[in-house]
Structures are given as structure tokens and as C-alpha cells.
């Protein structure tokens, strides 16, 4: 495919045309989602578009190191590339390199002096940035009247430079609702600086692209933007047939973080540089902090069902406790948004995975997720895949937000299934 034909076809064109024609000069356009749903894949494939295009980008990277931000643009470019068939792919690689900087500092604070002196140190060589992007900006430090002015401060420099300017911003799980339609915190302080707003919203195997604000218009358009979540090309374009190649930092293991096995994928995580969050609700208490999220009420009842139909696809009951039945909820939200799902424990002559567990492999299946079980009897992957588990070679994490459970009683091989997945992974990034 030609370089015209992949820019035109790129899903930033599709929200362009949602609203009005994205953002003008010294214009603010702010990507919010939680944690772990693509905020960094986002802001890279605008500043791939961009590139693409001839335009000069400033990628500024927040709490993050320049290898790692290096690493998303050559992973996404490749899956560009192959996905599109691109002509010339190494002459346009090197396009892109040339129109695009990458500035990483190791805290979250971005004050726009920041901006000049960069703005003034890459003049030096000719260089004026068309578009300005900043991931991992701490949206709740300083005063509000100070966070204001600050913002204020880097679209006037947006402006005098005559660049577009993108900020990611993390929302939380306890202050956004579901399928939100105002912009939520921490960003809803500074509505009136934003001129287009962006949420990413996991759905499925999917993210949907939701358009929260468009300038002054009062009612935002549908953008029918579905998304993959792991490279936020369009879902319709899921033609490439390798395994993105991401750096283990961009990856998230979503958990309950129990004694045995959630335990062991969640040191090990830890151990290779990914992600955690570890689901919980109030009373209970989990062996692994890191990422803890604590589930409101409100939240555990997305994940209720109906105790006949979880005993119907079990073929076994579970306690009555309200304990339990909130545990059994809280699983839903380890697999809801995952990409994949990783369970070690039993399979059971029915195809059900043996204890607990169970629920969260029956939810997999339900919702049509990628799903392994090492069978610690048997010292086997299994995958399921139409209405059957069947033996699988060793499989590694291919999805940026996956799920690691279990059972509680872990044996030595089961211990080393889980070590030796996050090798075959993450072992030669």
C-alpha cells in the first residue's frame, strides 16, 4: 500500500471527521483512560500519523525513559507496516525518525519552561515541532489555579509555534461511570482550556473511542471507533499475523492477587517490569498491594450473576456468603478488560476448571477471550477454542492487559509454568 493510502485510511481520520477536523493551532486535545487501556499506544499512533504526514512531532515523555518510548514507535510502525503492506517501509521508517523527537524526564511535572527551553534547544538545528504531545503528566499535583495556568501557558506556545498540542491524562475507576458523556476528573477542573476530549473505554476484545467534547459544540458525534487495544489500529484491520513486540512496561496484569498462584504471577510480573493491578473490595484482604484497587459496591454489581447460572455452567455450587458472592464478582472485572486470560490449575472432565477459578475461565470463555490453563495434573498448556480444550505449545502473553489466576495451591510446576510464560515473553526485551 502507498504512504497516501495508509495516511488516508488511518483511524485519525475517521475522528476528524466526527468533529471539527480535529485541532487547530495552539488547540489542546486531551486522551483520557485509566491505567494499563492505551493512553501511550494513542498518543504514538498520532505522533505516527503525523510523521507520516511530513510533520514535525515533539513526543515528551513523563516518568518514563527514552528507550521505552523509542521501543512503542518501532513496535507500532512495524505492525503499521506489515498490517497495510507498506511500500518502502524502510524509506519511510527513516522519514519518520527524521520528523519526530523524543524528550523523557523522569518525573511527572511538565512546567512550560520546559517546553521553551526544548523549543529553543531544537531550534538550534532547524527543528519546529507541528505537534506537541505529553504522556504521563500529573494532572492532580499543585493547586488547581496553578494547574490552570500552566495549561494555559503551553497552548499559548503551542500557538506562537503554530503546533497542535495532545496530553494523556489517567482517570480513575471510582470517579468515571461507565460509558461516561462529560469529562470526567481529574481533567473536569480545566473543561474550558480542553478543546477536544478523548476517552478510551475497553469494550470487549476492544477499545471504543469516545468523544466526550468537540470545541463549543454541545452535542459530541458517535465515532464508531473500535479500536485494538493493544496497538489502537482499527479493529477492522486486524490482518497482521506477528505478535507486537512491546517493551514489558506497556503490558498490565490484572489480578485478584490471592495467595498461590496470583501471587507468584504478580511477583513475577514485578520481577520482568510489567504492570499490576490487583482487584479487591472492602474486608478483604490480599497478599499483593501493588496497583490495589479497591471495587465499590457500584462497581461489583456489574459483575453480579445469578447464582443458578453460575452453578448451571460450573455443574457444582459455591457458598452463599456475601464474601464469596463479592469475590465471585470482583473476577469479572480481572476479565472484562483483559485481552487474554492465564489460569493455572485443573480442568475437570466437564471442560470446567476446578475451584474458584473456574468462574473467571467460564467468564473467558463467555466473553471470548484468548484463554490458556496450565493443567497442574497433567503439566500441560491447554486453549480452548471451539467448545473443546485441546494441548497447546507453551504460549506467551501477546495482549498489553492480560489476566494471571489460579488456585491457591501452586505446585512446583505450576510455579515454573508461570515463571517460564513471563520468560518466553518478556525475557529477550
Known sequence: MQLDQVNENSPLRILERCCQEGLGEGELGVVMARAGVGKTAFLVQIGLDHALRGHSVLHVALGQDLEHVRSWYDALFEDLADTTALDDRDAVRAGVDTHRIIQAYSDASFPH???????????QTGFK??????????????????RAAELGALK???RRLGAVLWIAAQTHRDQTPAHPTLVPPPCAQYEALINLAIFLEPEGTHVEVRLLKDHLRDATAETHLQLHPDTMRLVRDETATGVVRLPASAYTLLSGGARGAETIFGETAERFGA??????FAGRDTERQRGLVELTPTELQRGAVSEAYITAQLHRSFPET????????SIWHQ??????????GEV??????????????????????????????REQWLTWGDGTWAPVDPPCIERTRFTGTGTRF???????????LFERSFGNR
Not at 355 to 371: D, I, P
Open 275 to 280: 504492570g499490576e493491578t490487583t482487584f479487591s
Open 335 to 344: 476479565v472484562a478488560t483483559a485481552g487474554e486470560v492465564f489460569v493455572v
Open 156 to 158: 499559548q506556545i503551542a
Open 322 to 329: 456475601p464474601a464469596f458472592q463479592t469475590l465471585l464478582q
Open 129 to 146: 515541532p507541528d505537534v506537541i504531545m505529553v504522556d504521563g503528566l500529573d494532572w492532580e499535583g499543585g493547586g488547581v489555579v496553578e
Open 113 to 123: 519552561e520546559r517546553l521553551d527551553d526544548l523549543v529553543a534547544l531544537y531550534g
Open 348 to 377: 475437570l472432565e466437564d471442560d470446567t476448571v476446578k475451584g474458584g477459578t473456574g468462574w473467571g475461565a467460564e467468564l473467558a470463555k463467555h466473553l471470548r477471550k484468548r484463554l490458556f490453563v496450565f493443567d497442574q495434573k
Open 410 to 420: 501452586l505446585s512446583d510446576a505450576g510455579r515454573q509454568a508461570i515463571e517460564d
